[in-house]
């Protein structure tokens, strides 16, 4: 893919750092699959050193990266490869490893104390690990630089190149126009807060059999990727070759696990069709969180809930589930997009869901800028709840305790869910040019959507920005009036 | 454990070495039991990167080992750990890095063609690739250095310090005594080549709840340890709090899955039973294969196979395996030792199998030393299967071609298991000085063994060499009288 020996030299300088993001990749699948419960602090020893090689490694390629940049006339791939690598050491170089290191040290003991204080719903035992972590991304901001606010040089970290008025732009038209669609749901007459499904139990053998013939209808492969069980449903790609997810079984709502499903499975299908060529390359990789959640959120809402792919189910949930029979396929259809107000963003519905990513933006945006004290945060989210979603929390494990992000350090993270709702909407609009999705799934015929997927954005791996790709792709950028178009259309008439 | 400033250093630049090891053992754990199949590729190539990463940080270790000789009055612990970084410097400044690469790159080809080699019981097409094997390991073996034997260089890579003359000295008495006793049991009244329950099928989930009980007695522990299954079972040590074993479930004479279990679990125990101060240094480990074998045989033989073990296991037994109960415990105890001769190793009872290994170790000395060519060998085993054990191989998958071990490299390997053998004799021996060993076994009281075990063999990890902890622990060095004692009053009277 390229003839240039300076770029040579920076992909074999970069297939130890490959190598080790392939180890930090399984000890992370590890550690939620099947790793006994004590290992955790030698794991977490084992992870600490592989990242202070993998920064060495990464610190190596500055030479080389600093000749690359005085190249012309490079193709695509190969500004790709200086782009990613410019960008990681960018990070290595201004942030200094005490900081890294403080924040890894920091962020596992936190995570720890959270799910302690969710579990007890006590905010004050997170509050003096917060507000170090907030301490400490401020700082990494800075380290970093940024223009206008501090936020972006975290939310860069993620998405790269974005900034508080890029998603500004996208969140203020799509909650005015959510709002909208939201109260006309809740003032029609057929509205329900909730669904009789919602409390059937399900036998979890009788449900792993419904996922594989999910993954069966999309077609999954046999030799490079697999399903486990997990506490939060995840997708882990070890290499282009070796792809896995994880799903939960709570045991009642089976549209869960579904749904959890299906979204991973978005996840890998991006992974296992990126372009062979790629592999042990900084390129073997979706651009961006919001890119690579946009397929998530396309297979599983604009595929998975669409009264299509409810029909294609509808005999396997007959077969597996005895209570299914009582309901038709229009019923598990309004089952499978009920939408009302709730409390906690994992089970949210593609609607209410936003607003749940603009609440927690509008709070880290308060706490990064200094707007906010991490004290005041239960209440102003706790308001601001009411005011997008409707519904006050009665306890903090419903409200501000309820995500891992936080304490993992991961901040500037939450807007690029919302992004992957928009770019998917875009992705359904301009698919719709070249074939009859819906057609499609209601004949099961899935491949002509995973192909198309594949030559329009999969195979490119990382070679375009998110914003180049999306131009290239999709033809537009960060632009929500498709995903709104679709609620619309789904929902108000 | 240790004030000296240079001994710290050493175990601060050994920590990167620890999380590769860490990696690696995972990276192996994961292929042998969940990784999906053409993962293969791509989990090499990670493989051969980090061992490149590995071999660099040995090497830096250089200045501060040849420091940390000319160091006085160190303790055990400082000398464990210069003794230790020696040995891993030898290798990667003697053994120059094309050939270490060349031995990788031919082994991970030629265990794919002996798979295929076995599978279709055809030694032409492995024999290209042992005869390149051996020319490498013979190259080893000079850049190496050794006296006496090439053969010599090579065992030590696994038992450190162990010679041709070290083995012959075991081995020779050894032989005598155990023809001596099949010939004993083969002409006595009640002999039998195979038992019924050898055909017997079992269910797999039945058989699962009977290694769990296996689990049970032996106090394995919930949070450090876990069992999976793979197709040929081991133990991985991610670390002391994070040990795993496998076995197999083949469907048939239930006795092959329980024995693996309690060998696992031997070696297991020993892993979870080092001193947690050696954790992260080049001491968490046994000081050698022997000495680690010596732990699951022990288990294995001296106590799964005890009439005391059969009793506790038997109630186990007749509630999930409905078949049991047409048999007394006597007639149980008679098929988990049954002696007679046959042609796989991994299948021989504990006397025959040291024939087989005494085969092993002579065709290997005869291939290094270059008084045997590769394409003479089947002939060799057949021939030398026939005088030890009294039986001919029929075909090359039950002969020559039934080891991965030398498609592996792994050529000094195998005298290590019947050392194993001969090492738990001792154990056993001397352990009756302070333990009523059948007395405990037979009320299920299993901790005090473990104890035992922990305080004289396991905390000790490899602070000492060997021959140093066999001296300490066990009072004598590969002595095989006790071995040969136990047998003798087991099978004889």
């Not at 791939?77 to 782009?83: H, L, M, P, Q, S």
């Not at 089976?254 to 790629?278: K, N, P």
């Not at 992957?420 to 070249?434: F, L």
């Not at 015929?445 to 998110?466: F, M, Q, T, V």
């Amino acid at each position: 893919m390229s003839k240039n020996p300076v770029i040579d030299q920076i992909v074999d300088t970069y297939r130890p750092i490959w190598a080790l993001n392939h180890a930090a990749s399984l000890f992370e699948w590890d550690l939620e699959t099947y790793m006994p419960v004590d290992a955790a602090k030698s794991r977490g020893f084992a992870q600490g050193q592989l990242a202070l090689i993998q920064q060495q490694k990464v610190l190596n390629l500055t030479e080389n990266a600093s000749k690359a940049e005085k190249l012309d006339g490079l193709n695509d791939y190969e500004k790709g490869i200086i782009r990613k690598i410019k960008r990681a050491l960018k990070y290595y170089t201004k942030v200094p490893p005490e900081l890294v290191e403080k924040l890894t040290r920091t962020t596992t003991e936190a995570s720890v104390v959270w799910r302690e204080a969710r579990k007890r719903s006590d905010f004050s035992l997170f509050e003096p690990y917060l507000e170090k972590i907030v301490q400490l991304k401020r700082k990494e901001a800075d380290k970093l630089g940024y223009e206008a606010h501090p936020y972006n040089a975290l939310m860069d970290l993620f998405e790269e190149d974005l900034t508080t008025r890029d998603v500004d732009k996208v969140f203020s038209p799509l909650v005015t126009a959510l709002k909208k669609i939201l109260s006309r749901i809740e003032s029609s007459k057929s509205f329900r807060s909730n669904h009789k499904l919602e409390d059937v139990a399900y036998g979890e053998e009788a449900m792993k059999r419904v996922n594989q013939e999910v993954l069966r209808i999309l077609g999954m492969p046999d030799k490079t990727f697999r399903m486990d069980v997990s506490t939060h449903p995840f997708t882990s790609s070890m290499s282009l070759d070796d792809v896995r997810i994880t799903t939960r079984y709570e045991g009642k709502s089976f549209r869960e696990t579904i749904f959890s499903v299906i979204h991973e499975c978005g996840h890998a299908l991006y992974d296992l069709q990126i372009d062979h060529s790629l592999e042990y390359t900084p390129l073997g990789d979706g651009p961006s969180l919001g890119i690579h959640e946009s397929q998530s959120r396309f297979w599983e809402n604009f595929v998975g809930r669409s009264r299509e792919f409810t029909n294609l189910l509808y005999p396997t949930l007959k077969k597996n589930l005895p209570f299914v029979s009582e309901y038709s396929e229009g019923e598990i259809y309004k089952y499978f997009n009920l939408v009302r107000p709730t409390l906690i963003r994992v089970a949210a519905d593609e609607v209410t869901y936003n607003f749940h990513i603009v609440v927690r933006y509008e709070v880290e945006k308060k706490l990064i800028g200094g707007e906010a004290k991490v004290s005041e945060i239960p209440e102003i989210w706790d308001d601001m709840m009411e005011d997008y979603v409707g519904v006050r929390p009665q306890n903090l494990a419903e409200g501000v305790l309820q995500d891992v992000h936080w304490s993992g350090g991961m901040i500037g993270y939450f807007p690029t869910y919302s992004l992957g709702n928009v770019i998917a909407g875009m992705v359904s609009n301009r698919m719709k040019r070249d074939l009859n999705v819906q057609d499609l799934i209601a004949r099961g015929d899935i491949s002509p959507i995973k192909l198309w997927l594949r030559e329009n954005i999969h195979k490119w791996g990382a070679i375009y920005s998110p914003r180049e790709l999306q131009k290239k792709a999709l033809g537009d950028v960060y632009n929500p009036e498709y995903l709104v178009k679709y609620l619309e259309e789904k929902y108000l008439t």
